[in-house]
Nanobody
Framework: QVQLVESGGGLVQAGGSLRLSCAASGGMFSTYGMAWFRQAPGKEREFVAGISRSGGSQYYADSAKGRFTISRDNAKNTVYLQMNSLKPEDTALYYC????????????????WGQGTQVTVSS
């Protein structure tokens, strides 16, 4: 069973940047697709960005394209989310997730979750 621990959240002004990290342990990190999701108060959790096992493919929600970059370091068992040009509507609890199924990429496959890190963007 993989354990995921997020870090890097905080309070930032609109237009600023944050880099989230997610450290994985207890599993075979390089065999998992990884992703970031977020949930704002009163809203459903939504997909933000994902990355394939090798890191060769990245996937983004329309809201993240051009502003966020997902990357991974399999040697460090860590996935990152670089967030630039942050907006107040990016305020949410950000979750790291792992797809341990080995199936073809789908945002429905993610079955292991971290506890989340809060991102707050002030206007």
């Amino acid at each position: 069973q993989v354990q995921l621990v997020e870090s890097g959240g905080g309070l930032v002004q609109a237009g600023g940047s944050l880099r989230l990290s997610c450290a994985a342990s207890g599993g075979m990190f390089s065999t998992y697709g990884m992703a970031w999701f977020r949930q704002a108060p009163g809203k459903e959790r939504e997909f933000v960005a994902g990355i394939s096992r090798s890191g060769g493919s990245q996937y983004y929600a329309d809201s993240a394209k051009g502003r966020f970059t997902i990357s991974r370091d399999n040697a460090k068992n860590t996935v990152y989310l670089q967030m630039n040009s942050l907006k107040p509507e990016d305020t949410a609890l950000y979750y790291c997730a792992a797809d341990t199924t080995g199936w073809k990429w789908s945002t429905s496959n993610f079955n292991s979750w971290g506890q989340g890190t809060q991102v707050t963007v002030s206007s």
